[in-house]
């Protein structure tokens, strides 16, 4: 893909969507880990600590921090299918209105966007369960414990790989 040409006054935008189209599935589009050369493991290792220690906590008043962070794991494990918001909270040990909080706190800080389904009809629309799917496919590899380049040829992966557009 090539790379979109914005610039803005640095050019950062620029720099931004050009390292962002130059990485694969597997790794990370956050250009730090690319300009700087960082070992994409470590930075998501520090990234998700932050995450879960620091923004979290600024978002949302989370008393269990353990109980998100295996909760985020979850989410991982689910992404590309039907989000199950009773299955994932019967998991933790938690209610519904929870999850949902949760959920939420994820979608506000851009972690996972919830996909809805489309339908003639208005009704069903509403009514079916959206998919979890994940903005950035490196925090979701590093979540899954999935860096290895063979993921992609497993049948599991594919369905957390799939490329915009193709099915």
Do not use: F, H
């Given at each position: 893909m090539p790379a979109i040409a914005?610039?803005?006054?640095?050019?950062l935008l620029a720099r931004q969507f050009r390292v962002i189209s130059l990485v694969g599935p597997r790794?990370?589009?956050?250009?730090?880990?690319?300009?700087?050369?960082?070992?994409?493991g470590k930075w998501m290792a520090s990234y998700v600590q932050t995450y879960v220690q620091q923004d979290v906590r600024l978002l949302r008043n989370i008393l269990n921090l353990g109980d998100f962070t295996r909760f985020l794991?979850?989410?991982?494990?689910?992404?590309?299918?039907?989000?199950?918001?009773?299955?994932?909270?019967?998991s933790i040990g938690v209610d519904t209105k929870t999850i949902q909080a949760?959920?939420?706190?994820?979608e506000s800080s851009y972690i996972i966007?919830?996909?809805?389904?489309?339908c003639n009809n208005l009704n069903k629309r509403i009514i079916k369960a959206?998919?979890?799917c994940f903005y950035d496919t490196g925090l979701l590899c590093y979540l899954l414990h999935r860096f290895c380049n063979s993921a992609r040829k497993t049948s599991l992966a594919r369905k957390y790989f799939r490329e915009p557009g193709y099915h």
């Open positions: 914005i610039t803005d006054e640095a050019g790794q990370s589009g956050y250009p730090e880990i690319w300009d700087q050369e960082l070992n994409p794991m979850l989410c991982a494990n689910q992404a590309g299918q039907l989000l199950n918001r009773e299955a994932i909270a019967k949760w959920l939420s706190v994820l966007y919830l996909l809805k389904p489309w959206p998919k979890l």
